[in-house]
């Protein structure tokens, strides 16, 4: 069994259900998905005994980021995939229309597909909200907004200001920071270089480590969809990135 609650609370609205039920997202409901992630890695044999889990931060602290998580278990569950899907989300936004003309890109075509295609609209919908229907802002960017503006912060990735309500799809994608190294929350990386203008986390080199691996991903592996062979290929090259500069270390 697990306990979950918060003593960390916001007024809201009491709403029955329906679009009017629209309280933002919470902390405790990442906790609570947190403990399904837990009881997956439990032996079957906790089947036959009760066991009693409660979930505890570092420091009991309301505004909150990954150094709040234990570094033995909870950190491993989350950090590192939820960095990487963050990346990805990060280069569709900033960085993809200035490497259409990419090999990674042309390959997949992107070009054509990205307006197009029901599975990038779709995509483009979860991440940020892209033509969401009847203003319901349920989309990854949202989600993170939410959690950075609650009672009890969680605010892992740094957002920029300027969220216009009114004009929702245009300035819900603009919250996600563009330059990688000042993504993380608590974990900004220092500018490398004589003047200290460098990019360590450099779009140029993701590009061409896009370039190589998604062309070796097609010439290996026919049979794969275009959508599949970009979300594997990002997901392999965003974990690199994240590994190589132990980013939640």
């Keep these: 069994m697990y306990y979950l609650g918060d003593q960390a609370q916001k007024q809201n609205d009491n709403h029955e259900g329906g679009i009017s039920q629209q309280n933002n997202a919470h902390f405790i409901e990442v906790v609570g998905a947190l403990a399904v992630l837990d009881f997956l890695d439990k032996p079957d044999s906790i089947a036959h005994e009760e066991h009693f889990y409660e979930f505890g931060l570092e420091r009991d602290e309301n505004d909150l980021r990954f150094e709040h998580f234990d570094r033995r278990q909870t950190l491993p569950k ?109 974990k900004e990386l220092k500018k490398k270089g004589l003047f200290g203008k460098s990019d360590v986390i450099d779009p140029k080199q993701i590009r061409v480590m896009l370039d190589k691996r998604l062309s070796q991903a097609v010439a290996n592996d026919t049979a794969s969809s275009p959508a599949t062979a970009l979300v594997r290929t990002f997901t392999e090259v965003m974990d690199e990135v994240v590994h190589g500069q132990q980013l939640l270390q």
């Design 78 to 186: 989350v950090g590192e995939a939820l960095t990487r899907f963050h990346f990805f989300a990060t280069w569709l936004q900033h960085h993809l229309d200035e490497t259409m003309s990419a090999t990674y890109a042309t390959n997949l075509g992107l070009k054509n597909a990205w307006d197009r295609d029901p599975f990038y609209q779709d995509l483009r919908r979860f991440l940020f909200d892209y033509n969401s229907p009847d203003r319901q802002f349920i989309s990854y960017t949202a989600w993170l907004r939410e959690l950075r503006d609650n009672s009890r912060r969680f605010r892992p990735f740094n957002l920029r200001d300027g969220y216009d309500p009114q004009n929702h799809w245009d300035s819900m994608a603009d919250l996600l920071e563009p330059d990688f190294d000042k993504s993380v929350a608590g």
